[in-house]
């Protein structure tokens, strides 16, 4: 069955300092992965997304995420984490061809100490 | 990236009403919707997917004789909320599918008092 895990509930980090968000999934062949983040209150916004080609993936808001298809992981990093980053985020599988079935992680909410 | 708008973003509503929560693709069009719930730091609960023209497929102990949705055009799906209660009360995501990627509305906070 099709999974997404994001093993870190919570992560502090001091504002100028690197980030890495852990994800791993469960899923036959390569999915589509993406990564959302969710400020307080609002909606989630696309960080950036992978269906194919180059593992290192280029997002919005200085974000970046690796495909590692030997771990199946898809790990969301910041060189340099900025106050504003402090949110949730949600890491998610989609399954090619299928049309309508995303999976969601738990999310990991991100902490910004000055 | 493609926009999905909610409406509204926050609505109060006696126990036992009915509300209405739109969600619309403005720049595409969206064969398939999806609604969420999410309770306070917590990740988000597939109520429904929602298909043009069709009926919504409700996921496991959704209640679909109290959570009616309709997409009715290719940019527009509503959820609404029958003979609310408290228990009602949370946050109301919904997405739309753009190809082989979702974007998602700015959610609905419902009460219910």
């Known amino acids: 069955a099709q999974s997404v895990t994001q093993p870190d509930i919570h992560i502090t980090v001091s504002e100028g300092a690197s980030l890495e968000l852990r994800c791993n999934y469960s899923?036959?062949?390569?999915?589509?992965l993406f990564w959302y983040v969710q400020s307080p209150g609002q909606g989630l916004q696309l960080l950036l997304k992978?269906?194919?080609?180059?593992?290192l993936v280029q997002g919005i808001k200085g974000f970046e995420a690796e495909f590692k298809r030997s771990q199946s992981s898809f790990n969301l990093r910041k060189p340099s984490v900025h106050w504003s980053d402090a949110a949730e985020y949600f890491c998610?599988?989609?399954?090619?061809?299928?049309?309508?079935?995303?999976?969601f992680g738990t999310g990991t909410s991100l902490t910004v100490i000055p | 990236g493609a926009v999905v708008s909610q409406h509204p973003s926050r609505v109060i509503c006696k126990s036992g009403t009915s509300v209405k929560i739109e969600c619309r693709s403005l720049?595409?069009?969206?064969?398939?919707m999806f609604w969420y719930r999410q309770f306070p730091k917590q990740s988000l609960m597939l109520m429904a997917t929602?298909?043009?023209?069709?009926?919504?497929?409700?996921e496991q102990g959704v209640e679909k004789d109290k959570f009616l949705i309709n997409h009715a055009s290719l940019t527009l799906s509503t959820l609404t909320v029958t003979s609310a209660h408290p228990e009602d009360s949370s946050f109301y995501i919904c997405?739309?599918?753009?190809?082989?990627?979702?974007?998602f509305g700015e959610g609905s906070w419902l009460t219910v008092v």
């Open positions: 899923y036959g062949a390569t999915p589509y």
């Open positions: 992978y269906f194919s080609g180059d593992t």
């Open positions: 997405s739309a599918r753009d190809k082989d990627t979702i974007y």
């Open positions: 998610a599988v989609g399954a090619p061809n299928t049309g309508n079935q995303f999976y």
């Open positions: 720049d595409f069009q969206a064969t398939t």
């Open positions: 929602s298909n043009e023209g069709s009926k919504a497929t409700y």
